[in-house]
């Protein structure tokens, strides 16, 4: 089992641009989380994805939008990229739903710097 | 807002024990408390896991209090490999975390 995998794990980017950023979940899982972690500081709830639908969202602006494919693989795009988002960014699965208070397994993350 | 009061930072000597101790004094009856850690730049890796009863895996423990306002995590046997930020989470369910600055523990030789 590859666990939760993410490409790419580096990405530079200039302001204004536009960035998609990619994971698989973990064999099984079905519900995909999305955070971003500045330098210092904890990961930031951005948004969850369960059957093909954004399910809860955080206080991120609407630059920042997802989708999930029904192979339940996810991706995150950045539209009009600012230097504040210079982030490592980071994605985890957890399992169906029903199964109740299991543990999320995140990726490895991808370190995106915005020049 | 994290629901978590941890310390900032804590060090321990390479095979004692680390007890790291976390409040959250308002949290619900449905509620778990979670444990996470981060290894420099890695994504972060589940540790344990517990509603009201103390629990145990092959990588710690956790002491939940009674009233369940705090609990403490014990690596037995610190190792310098376990020198990473640790974090407490209270929620009913893993599907959004929210995590709070966390406790940085150094393991020392």
């Known amino acids: 089992d590859a666990g939760v995998t993410q490409s790419p794990t580096h990405l530079i980017k200039t302001r204004g641009q536009q960035v998609t950023l990619r994971c698989s979940p973990k064999?099984?899982?079905?519900?995909v989380s999305w955070y971003q972690q500045a330098l210092g500081q904890g990961p930031q709830f951005i948004f969850q994805y369960y059957e093909e639908e954004e399910r809860q969202r955080g206080n991120f602006p609407d630059r920042f939008s997802g989708h999930q494919f029904p192979n339940y693989s996810s991706e995150l795009n950045v539209n009009a990229l600012l230097l504040g988002d210079s982030a490592l960014y980071l994605c985890a699965s957890s399992p169906q739903r029903r199964f109740m208070n299991t543990e999320a397994f995140f990726g490895q993350g991808t370190r995106l710097t915005v020049v | 807002d994290a629901k978590t009061t941890q310390p900032t930072s804590m060090d321990c000597a390479e095979g004692r024990a680390a007890n790291l101790p976390c409040n959250h004094s308002?949290?619900?009856?449905?509620?778990?408390v979670y444990w996470y850690r981060q290894i420099h730049s890695q994504g972060p890796q589940y540790i344990i896991h517990g509603l009201k009863n103390n629990e145990t895996n092959e990588m710690a423990s956790l002491i939940i209090t009674e009233d369940r306002k705090s609990s403490t995590l014990i690596l037995p046997h610190a190792t310098l490999r376990d020198t990473a930020v640790y974090y407490c989470?209270?929620?009913?369910?893993?599907?959004?975390?929210?995590f709070g600055t966390g406790t940085r523990l150094q393991v020392f030789p």
């Open positions: 064999s099984g899982h079905d519900t």
């Open positions: 989470i209270v929620c009913y369910n893993t599907d959004k975390l929210i």
């Open positions: 308002t949290i619900s009856g449905n509620e778990y």
